[in-house]
């Protein structure tokens, strides 16, 4: 096994750490435990940084030299590093810890899935020549920050449904979260969409073909577009607004998945 | 739905207005534009559930004869090209520019009469402090990164980021910039595929969806090379065509094509898009050197074959050709394999062949495009990251500096960010009277 397997097997294992400090304090209420969890998240997610990086580096002694962003491996391992960096970034504002506990479990199942499933080639694969362009990173990076910071608009549309008093935190603070990290969403996912339009069009000659992937994105596009609109100028509230935070996010699995599984096309790089 | 209503004027329509009127204030309602887009992403699930601008045959495949007349007269089979998917788009657009207008006359109406609030207003305001040993004029001038935009001696405005309320505007606008570059695209543009042989020159390529219709490219373009490289997998690396172009018998430009290199040459763009193989096969018969591609017939004095079948690798016996022949009224075949002396040479019909040689020279696949409207679409992309960038992470907020008798009142308020402005105007509290 590489070395980037091996970190990157550790780097599982304090995900599940994460998990269980956030149960602890469920059970405990103590402040001091979810304290120490946020200094485990950012020390896991330095160790998930390195791990990629590691990756990198093996992929150009292995003579393939490319991010470690180019098959389903990579990208589940990436999706998990892009939750907990849009957990960092947002700390501020999630202020509820069900939403971080519920985040690292998403982060959890992903790397947990990449690292433990038999089906998933673990090894560096050479890059074909479609995808060896700059447009990689970029498009990438925002298309997976997107689904990220969608994952917990997911997360509250969810707890929306339910009441649990002190642990679902009260419905103005799970709106006010849902919207917070569409608003994060919404400009990446745009981003993602016109960096792969524009990489399209240096690759394949045309910006936009109508592919499964690309018009999945544009539906996954159109729902938080109507998300905002909704919130934003018709004054939405409450149960539709967590509905339709739900719908965009399985609008986010369908894109990111469902496409490379169901539906072929010429974006099914991620399946394999 | 109609507990809540949005500032927009939808309301109650009053009897009096014309149904012109009112048809307008629907085409430019929110409640339309979400009706639409739920319309256009409905279609677009449509179009990738249902295989679009597939042949007959896989049609028939997965539906029965009428459930596929149906999906045909539906046009569910080439949704994004279908007349109702264009007039959905239309409409799209219709409601999207008259939408924007609309709102953008009544925002520059409100902007020029941005109201002084009385100081009541002022004092009522959730985020405020007083501040007793300093000037009006030395608070305001405090504040930076604000600017006054409106008062006279008693109350004074400053705001900060007011740009990012144009933020919906530039994005709404980039929108429609984006689609007309589409359409200019599409009005006067056109996509294509040529192959090129090593050494060989061609000046028209093969439209797309139009059955293998030619056209003139306006130049010519040669194939000087083409080289494929492999991944020690098997994979290929590269894919690199040396292409020439041609222009009134001039060469006017020399470059190397690979996949995300295009060439751009006159406002047309050739890509390197694919390759393949085209094997001959050198035969010597009879002391005569014979040229023949696959399911080519060599026909002279009595002998006659055919060239049926090609393999990269017979059994691991390296690169083999079948070769069919009549004899004695009984269909025969045969493998030349190349690399086996004592299978390079058969009888044939009574006469001596030998396979001397396998050429397997590439082609390289181009695809062709001419957009003149991409640089719209690009324009259209720019402005939409940047009207995004001053929605999403600017917003507008605005303090109030009151001269009062008691001391200068300031206040704030902002209409989003609720949250991180009362953090701001804490600091702001912090810095002009000190942490008391």
Known sequence: ?272 | MSAIRSNSGEGATPPSTSTVDSIYRFLSSVRFAILVLSFIAASCVLGTLIKQQAPPQEYLKQFSESTYAILKFLRLTDVFRAPWFLILVSLFVVNLVLCTLDRFGRFLKTRKDTKIPSEKAVSAMANRFVVRNRGADEVVSLFNGYRTSAGDDRVRLLEKGSLSRYGVYVIHSSIIIILIGSLIGIMFGYRGFVTLNKGETKDTIVIRGEAGKAVPLGFKVKCDDFKVSFYPTGEPKDYVSRLQIIDDGKSVRQAEVRVNHPLTYRGTSIYQASYGSDPAFLFDIGGQEVRLAQGGVYKKDNVTFMVVRFERSVHNFGPGVMVAYIEGNEPKTTWFLKNVPQMRERQVMGAAVKLTEISDDFYTGLEVSHDPGVWVVWTGFALILFGLYINFFMYHRRIYVVRTEDGVLVAGASLRNKEAFREEFEKWRKKINGSE
Request: with cysteine.
């Open chain 1, 1 to 272: 096994m590489a070395l980037n397997n091996q970190i990157l097997g550790i780097v599982t294992l304090l995900y599940v750490c994460i998990f269980l400090m956030h149960l602890v304090f469920f059970a405990t209420k103590k402040e001091k435990v979810y304290g120490a969890m946020w200094l485990v998240l950012y020390a896991t997610f330095g160790l998930h940084s390195v791990g990629l990086i590691v990756r990198w580096i093996e992929s150009y002694k292995l003579g393939l030299g490319h991010a470690p962003l180019s098959n389903f491996y990579e990208s589940l391992i990436f999706f998990s590093w892009c939750i907990a960096l849009v957990l960092i970034v947002m700390r501020k504002k999630l202020k509820a810890p069900i939403i971080t506990a519920f985040a690292a479990f998403v982060a959890l199942f992903f790397i947990g899935y990449a690292s433990l499933a038999p089906s998933v080639e673990k090894g560096i694969q050479p890059l074909i020549p479609a995808l060896q362009s700059n447009w990689l990173h970029v498009h990438v990076f925002t298309c997976f920050i997107a689904y990220a910071a969608f994952a917990i608009s997911f997360i509250c549309g969810i707890f929306y449904m339910f009441q649990w008093k002190n642990i679902i935190p009260p419905k103005d603070t799970l709106e006010e979260i849902t919207y917070q990290s569409i608003m994060v969403g919404f400009p990446m996912l745009t981003a993602g969409i016109l960096t792969g339009a524009v990489w399209a069009h240096y690759a394949w000659g045309s910006y936009w073909s109508w592919d499964p992937k690309e018009t999945w994105s544009l539906i996954t596009w159109i729902v938080y577009a109507l998300f905002l609109h909704a919130r934003f100028t018709r004054g939405w509230k409450g149960k539709r607004i967590a509905v339709l935070a739900i719908i965009g996010f399985g609008s986010v699995i369908f894109t990111y998945f469902g496409v490379n599984f169901i539906l072929a096309g010429l974006h099914s790089y991620g399946a394999s």
